[in-house]
């Protein structure tokens, strides 16, 4: 699988996560369709929700004038997967992390996703 559809797939598992508490496995299983599983794929999931509570923390300190609850749960697991990237899989440049997240954010986002998530992050990448 390459990594763009893993990064989406995992994006769809992390959703499924948030909205129904699904476990990782099943969430991850769901969203593979009878796909070969996929360690990136995992690692993105499993990674993501092992550091959330600081993820999410990095996420609110660089919103302004917006809450964390406020953030559409699209974009904020998008932000969230590419924190993860960023900050614990030293084998993603950060800006290859950062244009991933903007071009899933156009997909699955609405219209103002991508500029929104290009900035969150370009403050991360700046810390």
């Known amino acids: ?58 996420i609110s300190k660089h919103l302004e004038n917006w809450s964390f609850d406020r953030l559409s749960k699209v974009d904020a697991n998008i932000l969230r997967l590419a924190i993860y990237e960023m900050k614990y899989n030293e084998d993603v440049p950060d800006n290859v992390a950062i244009n991933e997240a903007v071009e899933i954010a156009k997909t699955f986002g609405d219209d103002k996703s991508g500029k929104f998530i290009n900035g969150i992050l370009s403050k991360v990448k700046g810390e």
């Not at 996560?17 to 599983?37: C, M, N, P, R, Y």
Request: aromatic share 6%; hydrophobic share 40%; glycine share 4%.
């Open 1 to 58: 699988m390459k990594r763009r559809m893993a990064r989406e797939k995992a994006l769809q598992a992390l959703y499924q996560i948030d909205i129904s508490g699904a476990e990782t496995s099943h969430a991850i299983e769901f969203v593979l369709e009878d796909q070969k599983a996929d360690l990136f794929l995992q690692d993105l999931v499993e990674g993501t929700l092992k550091h959330l509570h600081e993820i999410d923390q990095e």
